[in-house]
Nanobody, 123 residues
Framework: QVQLVESGGGLVQAGGSLRLSCAAS????????MGWFRQAPGKVREFVAD????????YYDDSVKGRFTISRDNAKNTMYLQMNSLKPEDTANYYC????????????????WGQGTQVTVSS
């Protein structure tokens, strides 16, 4: 099994940037497809972005496409989410996720979740 720990959240003004990190335990980080989800108060957890095991392929929800960039460094067992041009609608708790089997991350196939890191965007 693997433990996932997010960091980098905080309070930022609209138009600003944040970089989230997800540090994973273990020595088989490259065996997992990785991704980010977010959940705002009163809302369901929703997909943000994911990245293939090699890092060669990425996918983004339309709501963040062109503003967010997902990446991973398998040598450091770390995944990142660079968030630019932040909007108040991006305010949510952001969760790191990992899957050992599937190519794409979905709520239903996530094997491991991080504890979340809060991102708050003020107008």
């Amino acid at each position: 099994q693997v433990q996932l720990v997010e960091s980098g959240g905080g309070l930022v003004q609209a138009g600003g940037s944040l970089r989230l990190s997800c540090a994973a335990s273990g020595r088989t980080f490259s065996s997992y497809a990785m991704g980010w989800f977010r959940q705002a108060p009163g809302k369901v957890r929703e997909f943000v972005a994911d990245i293939t095991r090699s890092g060669a392929g990425t996918y983004y929800d339309d709501s963040v496409k062109g503003r967010f960039t997902i990446s991973r460094d398998n040598a450091k067992n770390t995944m990142y989410l660079q968030m630019n041009s932040l909007k108040p609608e991006d305010t949510a708790n952001y969760y790191c996720a990992a899957d050992a089997l599937y190519s794409r991350l979905r709520i239903g196939n996530v094997d491991y979740w991080g504890q979340g890191t809060q991102v708050t965007v003020s107008s």
